[in-house]
């Protein structure tokens, strides 16, 4: 779900912005609470709270530059380590501070009063060429589905089908070949660690030779073939 958080301390600014971000997206054809989620922030110390727990319920971040008594190019600097897959996009009624957000990359900078024809263009660019390519597509049970890479923690080979390891302890079956999906995550932050095994690098707590702990508890096996290997690439990632 491509999910939005809005920033700002004006209430009333808050109000029409959130109005704005829900026509957009519904006009588009996209259902809020199952395309799409939208949740706002009047208090920057509550939004920066929330995001630093939950970094992965952003997918698109508005936020106000001079945000109450913080600057909101600080604020998106605390969260960007945390907010890897986010895009931001700075409202503000100065141009000054522009080049000081080059650092936190984002998205654009834009000057209130908001154009809001050319904010639907950008928001609903970033839905189609860059949260959409988050998206892992399968048809189970003749269904299609979607799951956002961030949320798998492993692909298990089992007879001739898959198993997605995926988050909350969640398992899903799918009739199908491991080395289709290897090559569908191609490119992103999974390796082959066991002949059987896929699992995503950003989901790793511990690596040693003979297993793989997850950040939330699961182990999966490390065979001697792959060791070398996905060790390198999961230190690479780690100094990145």
Same mark, same amino acid.
């Given at each position: ?9 004006? /209430? ?66 605390? !969260? ?29 900078? %834009? &000057?209130? *009063? ?13 839905? %189609?060429? /860059?949260? !959409? ?14 799951? *956002? ?11 001739? %089908? ?38 995503? &690098? ?22 001697? %073939? ?15």
């Amino acid at each position: 779900m491509y999910q939005i958080v809005i920033g700002d301390d004006d /209430r009333l600014f808050l109000q029409q912005a959130e109005e704005q971000v829900r026509r957009i997206m519904t006009n588009y054809g996209l259902v809020e609470q199952m395309d799409f989620a939208l949740t706002v922030y009047q208090d920057p110390e509550e939004l920066k709270e929330e995001l630093l727990v939950r970094p992965e319920e952003c997918q698109l971040l508005l936020l106000d530059v001079e945000y109450g008594e913080i600057n909101g190019i600080e604020l998106a600097r605390d !969260l960007r380590w945390k907010l890897t897959e986010c895009s931001i996009i700075y409202l503000t009624f100065y141009a000054d501070f522009v080049f000081e957000c080059f650092d936190t990359k984002p998205l654009c900078y %834009r &000057l209130k *009063p908001v154009d809001w024809e050319k904010m639907e263009q950008l928001i609903i660019k970033d839905y %189609r060429e /860059r949260f !959409l390519k988050t998206l892992l597509n399968l048809k189970i049970g003749g269904i299609p589905i979607s799951i *956002p890479y961030q949320e798998i923690y492993a692909l298990e080979a089992v007879s001739h %089908r898959v198993c997605l390891h995926l988050k909350n302890q969640k398992t899903l079956e799918w009739n199908g070949a491991l080395s289709k999906l290897e090559q569908e995550v191609s490119g992103r932050c999974f390796c082959k660690c066991h002949n059987s095994y896929l699992i995503n &690098l950003e989901h790793v707590g511990e690596f040693s030779k003979g297993e793989v702990k997850m950040d939330d508890g699961r182990v999966f096996p490390v065979s001697r %073939r792959f060791c070398a290997s996905s060790m390198k690439q999961y230190f690479a990632l780690s100094r990145e």
